[in-house]
């Protein structure tokens, strides 16, 4: 009765919802996000207890990649990358799809339920890609439309590997006498809540996630979306790393 109910729910036509509303405040610009409370109940209490806790802030963004995602809430960066510490693991709640502009969980290959602090926004509809394989990748809010300008602006950077980087070339990247600092990288330097109302945010139309239980839809192949693949460029990069003054 309890499954009957939910998918009545999820199949009805607008499938409105709203939002805890919250503001991420990066080197490029200012983020803001809608937080799908009712849709996905822990994923958001689990991101809301790293913005309260302020783990995100003085965080980097870690990951970019072209039409496809920009992915930080791992890692701080003084000497080197530094990773913050996370909470257990929350329960994974594909409910929704990975289309354009939504702000979904990162997690491990082969693990649908390892989600910790790492995020990442769809830059394009990665449904077919993203909401099957690894048992779905969690969406948890979206963008609201002035913040994509911001996301434009850092895929627009220069990438050393998968990481976005201001004021250093590509034969830079290349160069092991180039020094790194946290003035070269995407920080993020606070994450606030703007409105902790659930109902703050209202007519929200996100989309529902219709292929995690379709069993005619293949699991796609582990595209390393949220795996720990991108470790390999970051340690090719041969940067020397120093404290900024």
């Not at 989600?115 to 990748?137: E, H, R």
């Not at 627009?156 to 790194?180: F, S």
């Not at 293949?218 to 795996?227: K, R």
């Amino acid at each position: 009765m309890k499954k009957l109910l939910l998918g009545s729910l999820l199949a009805t036509a607008a499938f409105a919802s709203n939002a805890t509303v919250v503001e991420m405040q990066t080197s490029q610009g200012t983020i803001k996000i809608d937080l799908f409370d009712q849709q996905t109940p822990k994923t958001v209490a689990n991101f809301l207890s790293y913005v309260e806790s302020e783990a995100y802030n003085q965080t980097v963004i870690h990951r970019s990649i072209e039409k496809f995602i920009i992915q930080g809430g791992g890692f701080k960066f003084t000497d080197d990358f530094e990773a913050i510490e996370t909470s257990p693991a929350v329960m994974n709640e594909p409910v929704l799809s990975n289309v354009k502009g939504t702000v979904a969980m990162a997690k491990l290959s082969n693990n649908a339920n390892s989600a910790t602090s790492q995020w990442f926004f769809n830059l394009k509809d990665n449904s077919a890609n993203l909401d099957k394989q690894n048992g779905g990748f969690t969406v948890f809010g979206q963008l609201t439309p002035d913040s994509y300008a911001v996301l434009d602006k850092i895929s627009a950077l220069v990438h050393c590997g998968e990481i976005p980087v201001v004021d250093i070339t590509k034969e830079q990247c290349a160069n092991a006498d180039t020094t790194l600092t946290i003035a070269n990288l995407v920080a993020i330097n606070s994450v606030v809540v703007l409105d902790d109302d659930p109902n703050s945010s209202v007519n929200l139309s996100p989309k529902e996630n219709t292929l995690i239980n379709d069993p005619t839809q293949p699991d796609a192949s582990d595209s390393s979306s949220g795996s720990m693949s991108w470790l390999l460029p970051l340690l090719l990069l041969g940067f020397k790393r120093r404290r900024v003054a």
